[in-house]
């Protein structure tokens, strides 16, 4: 009971974290260009990880570790934050959020194909119902529609679902934030180039809310996230703490009315409510 219970408490603190991430790239991609920002997030990041791999001396990955390391790396190091910053330039925050609704289906499908996991029957259900509330809400709030922008959303869950799963079947031996900062250095050699590449020309008209919604995206949702994430995940279960992301369009539409002054209807709480619903019958049936 405390393992599920820790498992729930750290999942629902990534969640959280998470939570903040699209409104944080929607802002800086006022500033900063898709390429720039995604590889920048991550170098700043692989730093961080860099560091504390460091001082706290860790054993490097085996051999066999390589594989995993590298899906984790292009699902939420590259492919993820690239394929949301390009999408974000084609459609608004809120009808993103249709296809976030959709993150906590991927992930329980890759904890089948990919961490081994077997919930019963009726967890899908609820985890189908859960999905389909978010995105019957995020529908109903509008959002101008752009297929580029759609197609480049469903890619991007489908590569965020399998490095959610596979990240956290490898921290169950190496930990949590070890299996980030390793994606992250492996990744390395890609992001540096492309950093040095789309290096913006100028830094003038770059104003502090693109700066601030790097750093954030660089150091809380490219690094302290994953560390309650994956350690929530590895934990209570892949598929089932998972479901926890069904609340993270609700928790984002909060900062986007704190921060964005957008209006947050009623309708939002009562949409809340019933993925609370689901997402409680989902864990208990998973």
Not at 168 to 194: F, M, N
């Amino acid at each position: 009971m405390q393992s599920a219970a820790s498992g729930w408490g750290n999942g629902l603190l990534g969640v959280i974290i998470f939570s903040g991430s699209l409104p944080a790239t929607r802002v800086a991609v006022g500033g900063f260009s898709a390429l720039f920002l995604t590889s920048a997030r991550a170098v700043v990041a692989a730093l961080i990880g860099i560091i504390v791999l460091g001082l706290l001396r860790q054993a490097r990955p085996q051999r066999g570790d390589l594989a995993s390391l590298t899906i984790v790396s292009l699902g939420v190091v590259v492919g993820f934050p690239f394929l949301t910053a390009l999408a974000l330039q084609h459609i608004t925050s809120a009808r993103s959020i249709v296809f976030i609704g959709l993150l906590p289906l991927a992930t329980a499908i890759f904890a089948v194909l990919r961490g081994g996991e077997r919930p019963k029957p009726l967890f899908w259900l609820f985890a189908v119902l859960g999905s389909a509330t978010v995105a019957g809400f995020a529908l109903s709030a509008g959002g101008a529609a752009s297929l580029s922008g759609d197609f480049l959303m469903v890619a991007a869950i489908i590569l965020c679902g399998l490095g959610y799963a596979e990240g956290a079947a490898l921290s169950r031996r190496l930990g949590g934030w070890q299996v980030i900062s390793w994606a992250l250095l492996l990744a390395l050699p890609l992001t540096v180039p492309v950093m040095a590449w789309s290096w913006p020309p100028t830094w003038s008209g770059i104003g502090a809310p693109a700066w601030i919604g790097l750093a954030y995206v660089s150091v809380f949702s490219m690094f302290v996230g994953f560390i309650f994430w994956y350690r929530g995940l590895a934990i209570g279960g892949i598929a089932r703490v998972g479901q926890l992301q069904q609340l993270q369009p609700f928790f984002g539409l909060a900062l986007a009315g704190f921060l964005l002054h957008e209006p947050v209807a009623w309708s939002m709480i009562a949409a809340t409510a019933l993925v609370v619903v689901c997402v409680f019958f989902a864990r208990r049936f998973a």
